[in-house]
Structures are given as structure tokens and as C-alpha cells.
């Protein structure tokens, strides 16, 4: 069965602090993407960032950035100098590679950056 | 322009309304997916339709009905609702296949947030 763990429900900064968000995977497949999404209040999901589980290679994009470690089953989140507009619910999910239909999200971690 | 929209944004109904959600997406996707999300519970697949096909039905109760018309289109038929199906919908939308950097991805309409009173 796969699962994934977001352990942190809430976390509160102040702005212009970094900030992680802890992700941890369960799963038998060899192969599968890991997912990160943000909903902001509106409540749209909006995709961040896909990962296949054969490419273990760090990813920054401009403040953000990811650390996929196959060895922990971890995809965690990194903010660089948060912002008060990354203030939204992240999720983090795992589905297969084949039958990627399934997407299992962890429980999501609320963020709130505070000026 | 969004890719995914979804009407309407907000719905108030009785139990024995009967009333359709709308999802569209404009992206030229193959896959059409139905979400719930309710407070502080994980998000729930409810039903997954490839190429206008259902292919997943996640013990969903039969007073939510999908409906794919075509692949750009798809509805959920809501029927004697009760309280507790007020939640957040999320309807999705991928391009199934394997390869390919936008392939397998899921991108989301803004949801409909549903009162059953």
C-alpha cells in the first residue's frame, strides 16, 4: 500500500524566514513520481513540481527548492525568504508510475507566513 | 486563462435538491478526475474516467453520479444529499502516458464548495 506522511499539520513564520515542510513516502514500487501541490485560500491545487523516482537530483526553482532522498523516503520542501503570499495548505503525493491515476496525498501542512 | 474550471464556485442545497457540477478543462487532456475534500480529512478520490471511460469508482455512494460526455467535460450528478457530503470538489485533469515532462500530471480547477443543509 503507499502513504504519505506530512507530519507537520501547521507551521508559522514570520517573513523572510526559510522554511521546510517535511514529506515521507510508503510504498513497493521501485518506480513513482512524488508531487507537491499548494492550495491557497482560494482552493485551487496548483502544481509545483513533479519527481520520478529515478532521479534523485535536488531541484531549486527560484525560492524553492526540493530534497528527494530515496535512502529516508523523503521529498521535503524548502522557502527560501518566505513571503506572505506562500501563505497556503502544501500536500505532498506519491502515485505510481504506471497507473500515475492514483494519486495518494499526505494530509497537507498549513504554512503561514506572518509580515 | 485557467485550465481547469469547474462551475458553479459555491452551492447551497437541501436534501432532496438535485442539482450537476461542472468541470472543463481546455489543456487537450485524455483523463478526468472527481476529488472531495472535506475539513480536516485527506483528499478522497471519487472517480477517475480515461479517454470517456470510467475506470475508477472508489466506493463512491450512489447519489453521486459522474458523467463524461467527452474528454473535455465532466459532471457530477448529486442526488438526496446529506449533510456530511458538504466538502470542497476537486475536479482534475492528466495526460496519461508514460514520458514526457507534462505527462501523469494532475492540474486542478478551483473546486466547488458544497452545503447540504
Known amino acids: 500500500a503507499q502513504k504519505v506522511t506530512q507530519a507537520q499539520t501547521e507551521i508559522s513564520v514570520v517573513e523572510k524566514e526559510d522554511v521546510t515542510l517535511d514529506c515521507v513516502y510508503e510504498t513497493r514500487d521501485t518506480t513513482y513520481y512524488l508531487f507537491w501541490y499548494k492550495q491557497p485560500p482560494s482552493g485551487e491545487l496548483v502544481f509545483l513540481i513533479r519527481r520520478n523516482s529515478f532521479d534523485e537530483q535536488n531541484e531549486i526553482s527560484g525560492r524553492y527548492s526540493w530534497n528527494f532522498q530515496k535512502s529516508t523516503s523523503s521529498f521535503n520542501f524548502t522557502i527560501t525568504a518566505s513571503q506572505v503570499v506562500d501563505s497556503a495548505v502544501y500536500f505532498c503525493a506519491l502515485s505510481r508510475l504506471q497507473g500515475a491515476q492514483k494519486l495518494v496525498f499526505g494530509q497537507g501542512t498549513r504554512l503561514t507566513i506572518n509580515p | 486563462e485557467t485550465g481547469v474550471t469547474q462551475t458553479p464556485r459555491h452551492l447551497v442545497m437541501g436534501m432532496t435538491n438535485k442539482k450537476s457540477l461542472k468541470c472543463e478543462q481546455h489543456?487537450?487532456?485524455?483523463?478526468m478526475y472527481w476529488y472531495k475534500q472535506s475539513a480536516k480529512k485527506p483528499l478522497e478520490l471519487m472517480f477517475v474516467y480515461s479517454l470517456e471511460e470510467r475506470v475508477e469508482n472508489n466506493s463512491v455512494p450512489s447519489r453521486f453520479s459522474p458523467e463524461c460526455p467527452n474528454s473535455s467535460h465532466l459532471f457530477l450528478h448529486l442526488h438526496t444529499l446529506q449533510p456530511e457530503d458538504s466538502a470542497l470538489y476537486l475536479c482534475?485533469?492528466?495526460?496519461?502516458?508514460?514520458?514526457?515532462?507534462?505527462?501523469?500530471?494532475?492540474?486542478f480547477g478551483p473546486g466547488t464548495r458544497l452545503t447540504v443543509l
Open positions: 482534475a485533469s492528466s495526460q496519461e502516458g508514460l514520458g514526457g515532462p507534462n505527462t501523469d500530471t494532475q492540474y
Open positions: 489543456l487537450g487532456h485524455n483523463a
